[in-house]
T-cell receptor, first 116, second 115 residues
Framework: AQTVTQSQPEMSVQEAETVTLSCTYDTSESDYYLFWYKQPPSRQMILVIRQEAYKQQNATENRFSVNFQKAAKSFSLKISDSQLGDAAMYFCAYRILPSNTGKLIFGQGTTLQVKP | KAGVTQTPRYLIKTRGQQVTLSCSPISGHRSVSWYQQTPGQGLQFLFEYFSETQRNKGNFPGRFSGRQFSNSRSEMNVSTLELGDSALYLC??????????????FGSGTRLTVV
């Protein structure tokens, strides 16, 4: 069974500092996508970054980057220069490829607090 | 362009009643997925519709059902509500859910409270 584990229920970071959120997953598939979503109090899930498993290069989106270790099945999110607006719940998610299904499997989430 | 619209935003129902939630995807998107979010179970996949057909289904009882219309708008229905059905229900839309567009756009959800 595919599972996604986020071992840190809560994290805090000082504004302008860097924080890393952890995620591990379990799958026997070789092709898949990994995602980090952010859910602020508005409740809408917002895509932060995505990574294709076949790409060795780690994805980067401005202040957000990932450390993708396929053999270790690890997919951590690094937020640099943290801002107050980064405070939210962050979810790691996984999707099998190739697939004609839109099913995402989510971790339990990590609540990130940003201190001014 | 307009995002994913879910209505209503909040809903309070009595145990035993039924409820219908609505999701209007981004224009042009044909895939709509539904998720249930609770503090205990986290985010769990309910089902996905593509071109009016259910393409995948999660492990939920038959009380949970859905459908998709020709304009891609989707509804989910929960019959005989139980207290444990209290949750945030999120829908997500994408062009077709395949490699070309593997990102999903979520709505803000419907907060259902069963009393």
């Amino acid at each position: 069974a595919q599972t996604v584990t986020q071992s840190q229920p809560e994290m805090s970071v000082q504004e302008a500092e860097t924080v890393t959120l952890s995620c591990t997953y379990d799958t026997s598939e070789s092709d898949y996508y990994l995602f980090w979503y952010k859910q602020p109090p508005s409740r809408q899930m917002i895509l932060v970054i995505r990574q294709e498993a076949y790409k060795q290069q780690n994805a980067t989106e401005n202040r957000f980057s990932v450390n993708f270790q396929k053999a270790a099945k690890s997919f951590s999110l690094k937020i640099s220069d943290s801002q107050l607006g980064d405070a939210a719940m962050y979810f790691c998610a996984y999707r099998i490829l190739p697939s004609n299904t839109g099913k995402l499997i989510f971790g339990q989430g990590t609540t990130l607090q940003v201190k001014p | 362009k307009a995002g994913v619209t879910q209505t209503p935003r909040y809903l309070i129902k009595t145990r035993g009643q039924q409820v219908t939630l609505s999701c209007s995807p981004i224009s042009g998107h044909r895939s709509v997925s539904w998720y249930q979010q609770t503090p205990g179970q986290g985010l769990q996949f309910l089902f996905e519709y593509f071109s009016e057909t259910q393409r995948n289904k999660g492990n939920f009882p038959g009380r949970f059902s859905g459908r998709q219309f020709s304009n891609s708008r989707s509804e989910m229905n929960v019959s005989t509500l139980e207290l444990g059905d209290s949750a945030l229900y999120l829908c997500a839309s994408s062009l077709d859910g395949t490699e070309l567009n593997y990102g999903y756009t979520f709505g803000s959800g419907t907060r259902l409270t069963v009393v």
